[in-house]
């Protein structure tokens, strides 16, 4: 076949215009580009990465204001407010952006999340409630639902606080029922504060249904049975908590003893505590065997208990309790001696939060420092 030069000549110069136009339309598409991000924005970005959150706001302003249909700016805006504490002006931003018609779905539930975040982190729980009920349903919803749960606590609405874990316990969010028992206990110990001791005891006794391994339930509603004169249904209750949740015995041992005491079965609960006691030698069951064998005179010297402590846990406590009955030999410095002990013994039998170290001379079912349910444990500091 014949090489055709003239294929060359005209194909070189068409190759090279469709070169050119394609080159054109890059250099365009480019400019569009660069033209719908504007300058300011990177100067933003820059600020932010140079941890200068100020010039970053004044140039996502001046951005905002070049652009004010840009959805991303707003909610960098918006973001950086909340994190500076500029609450109103990031409230502002976030209801900006709702309030734009042309905005899609997902952005208007990021949107609702980012004003529900403002709101809580204001303080503003009445707000921040109302903006977080509106993200059931969106991808936001179990988050919602944590932050509502929280501002149901803090403002101890224990009804909404049990609504909404049932709703997210129906949706496998995780098992709430110890913290629902505690929501129970908490509206019983109001209905029994007015004076509803029926109303009270059956919450208590829904509570122990709805989290039977939960101690809390049985040893509110033992003291209940107490304080209704029924000392032997407030003595069973307890036993069945030395069944069921035996850790936290310690947290009833007194009032075990003063129980088995007025119900004439010392010998029972003493042997339990015992039982309990070589299992797990607590100060708290150590203080009811001591009381129990002195009431009872089952031995010549109930406080050898606390040497006996002594042999096989190094304790103050238990040292300072024993000393205080004993006869010194220089009896005379016993008082001073004995207040040294007492005051650094003191701070050991306090309770402390495993969460965030509160200490605290009560138990708490809930820290009041942290918030966490259910941690502090039933032994004193010393015990730790
Ligand atoms: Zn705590």
């Known amino acids: 076949m014949e090489f055709d030069l003239s294929w060359i000549l005209l194909g070189l110069p068409v190759a090279f215009v469709l070169g050119w136009l394609a080159s054109r339309f890059d250099i365009r598409q480019l400019r569009d580009e660069s033209r719908r991000a504007p300058k300011a924005y990177f100067k933003g970005l820059n600020f932010l990465l140079n941890e200068q959150q100020d010039q970053a706001i004044d140039a996502f302003i001046e951005a905002v204001q070049n652009d004010p249909d840009t ?23 976030h209801e900006h952006l709702l309030s734009r018609g042309d905005l899609g779905r997902a952005d208007r539930d990021r ?27 969106t991808p936001f919803e179990a988050q919602a639902r944590i932050a509502l749960l929280a501002i149901y606590e803090r403002s101890r609405d224990w009804p909404q606080a049990m609504a909404i874990t049932q709703k997210m316990q129906a949706a496998h969010q995780g098992d709430f029922s110890a913290r629902q028992a505690h929501f129970l206990c908490e509206q019983a110990l109001g209905k029994s504060a007015q004076g509803d001791i029926d109303g ?17 339930a049985r040893i509110e509603l033992a003291r209940l049975k107490q304080r209704m004169g029924q000392p032997q249904e407030a003595l069973d209750t307890l036993l069945e908590l030395a069944e069921v949740a035996p850790a936290w015995l310690p947290l009833a041992a007194a009032l075990m003893v003063e129980l088995s005491l007025s119900t004439g079965q010392g010998a029972k609960v003493l042997e339990l505590l015992r039982q309990r006691y070589d299992l797990m030698p607590s100060l708290d069951l150590l203080d009811g065997i001591v009381a129990l ?6 031995t010549p010297n109930p406080r050898e208990w606390y040497v006996r402590h002594l042999e096989h ?26 207040r040294s002990l007492d005051q650094a013994a003191k701070p050991l039998t306090r309770y402390r939060c495993a969460a965030c170290g ?16 259910d941690s502090y444990p039933a032994r004193r500091v010393e015990e730790l």
């Open 71 to 93: 959805t991303e700016l707003h909610f960098a805006l918006g973001n950086l407010f909340r994190r500076r504490g500029e609450y109103n002006r990031a409230v502002r931003v």
């Open 111 to 137: 949107a609702q999340h980012a004003l529900a975040l403002d709101f809580l982190k204001a303080g503003l729980l009445d707000h921040a409630e109302e903006a977080l009920r509106r993200l059931e349903g």
């Open 200 to 216: 009270a005891r059956a919450l208590f006794e829904q509570a122990v249904q709805t989290a039977p391994q939960a101690a809390r």
């Open 293 to 298: 064998d002195t009431a009872l005179a089952s």
């Open 313 to 338: 846990e190094p304790s103050l406590v238990a040292a300072a309790k024993w000393l205080h009955d004993e006869t010194l030999e220089h009896e005379q410095f016993h008082p001073q001696v004995q």
């Open 358 to 373: 509160f200490e605290a001379r009560q138990h708490f079912w809930q820290c009041p420092g942290c918030q966490a349910w």
